[in-house]
């Protein structure tokens, strides 16, 4: 069973007509998408790139959210709204909460 705060797969099959296929397919490549990203993310932080993770949670929350993963969106949001914001005594906490819903989100799978 899926947790639908995490990914709601059911939203996702909707959104592509039922097509299974489809889903497999667009979950592969999320999944691909995700592959090293906690690794970028730390990089980023650790140089005190804002711009690196302003873009990286920018890019992460679009793909998060044409994927139904919810959780990760909101995420990638709050991380994408402090870097935006310049907000770097919360960059590490926000870092802390999107690496916890990409597992959370890994864990399903």
């Not at 873009?55 to 994408?80: C, F, V």
């Not at 990409?102 to 799978?109: A, E, P, T």
Request: proline share 1%; with cysteine.
């Amino acid at each position: 069973m899926c947790d639908k705060t995490v990914w709601d797969r059911q939203e996702l099959l909707n959104r592509v007509g039922g097509d299974e296929e489809l889903v497999a397919e667009v979950l592969k490549d999320f999944l691909g998408s995700l592959s090293g990203i906690i690794e970028r993310m730390d990089a980023f932080l650790e140089a005190d790139d804002i711009d690196g993770l302003y873009h990286l949670s920018h890019k992460l929350k679009g793909t998060a959210a044409n994927m139904s993963a919810e959780s990760i969106r909101k995420a990638a949001s709050i991380l994408q709204s402090a870097a935006m914001e310049k907000k770097t005594a919360t960059l590490p906490d926000a870092c802390k909460a999107l690496s916890n819903e990409i597992g959370r989100f890994l864990k399903l799978r």
